[in-house]
DNA sequence: TTTTATGTTCTGAACATACAGAACATTTGA
DNA sequence: TCAAATGTTCTGTATGTTCAGAACATAAAA
């Protein structure tokens, strides 16, 4: 109705992006439903979402919540149709900018406070090993936030880097 | 006897590098091992690890055994003494090159394959939304994939680059 | 040999996470 | 109003993870 591919091959995307998640630190479910919504690309309701996964709704319902909290899933109305639908950010590469922009907020940027205050308190202790490799520390996710900050500042200019490599291996 | 910083900031930098691990999702305890290995920057052994930890010895121990499979840690002897002594990589960028090569190595690169194949398979499928959103993703893996073997291939060089980087925020 | 020092693996209890179903809330249409 | 449709949050159970202590293994010293 909506694509050609098969069902299994839906299925076989679906459980690698699942375990792609648990790798990163995804849950099963969310990450299961994010790869439903970005292979078949259209717009899915919840009810939908327990058919096709057999998953219960609660667990639908948190997962889109957790989805749309990183920003690669938002809601959308269908025009005759009270019920609310999901879709997934369109562009793969913008996709994971948005998960990375996240993830750096939230997991990175107070790890990076934290060793800075460490690094201050420091400053008070005799020279040492220890103060030594604290410096070194702290300059290596400092160096990683600038990268960052450039990389989400010129992500236009970076896409485009990208889709310079040659494609086929 | 060891350096000079005070326990205290010893133990704020174990704790947050425990934190971040677990972000990363690695256990605490290895974390907290691995931490207190970075910035102490010299060989312990097992005990002097229950001890200044408070963790269980079968914990220490399993927690060293993950640490080398990664390649972060390695056991040294000194002279003189029988015990298993482990001390960590003391550059901070190869450090990170390990552990990054490691995890591709264990969680990219088997989804890669899996999605290629599922990709392989879906050839045979007549062309929709699902198998270009397919390729889409495909591509930007391989993408990834790319980038990664020439990071690690041009360590060198990307550690000489990354220095040149104002130190300064 | 036997004993002691040192490390690893096994086991069960404590703790944390995941998730279905129930209960609740809200909106729409009768 | 009330009932039906749709979503969210709560609650208890099942499943998985962590970790201390016990049991086991190995090697050095006595």
């Not at 997962?63 to 690669?72: F, I, P, Y």
Request: charged residues 25%; aromatic residues 8%.
């Amino acid at each position: 109705m909506w694509g050609h591919m098969s069902e299994t091959l839906v299925d076989q995307f679906v459980e690698t992006w699942g375990v792609m998640g648990n790798s990163w630190g995804v849950n099963n479910s969310v990450a299961r439903v994010h790869g439903l919504l970005i292979i078949t690309d259209r717009p899915w309701c919840i009810d939908e979402l327990v058919e096709r996964l057999q998953i219960s709704k609660s667990n639908v319902s948190t997962s889109l919540k957790e989805l749309r909290s990183w920003n690669v899933v938002r809601k959308v109305f269908l025009p005759g149709d009270r019920r609310e639908f999901y879709t997934c950010e369109p562009d793969a590469w913008e996709m994971l900018f948005n998960i990375m922009r996240q993830r750096k907020q939230r997991e990175f940027d107070p790890i990076l406070a934290s060793i800075s205050s460490t690094c201050e308190q420091a400053r008070q202790c005799p020279a040492g090993i220890a103060v030594e490799r604290l410096g070194q520390m702290k300059q290596m996710l400092d160096t990683f936030d600038k990268l960052a900050g450039i990389a989400f500042k010129s992500e236009t200019q970076i896409k485009a880097l990208v889709s310079l490599l040659p494609k086929k291996k």
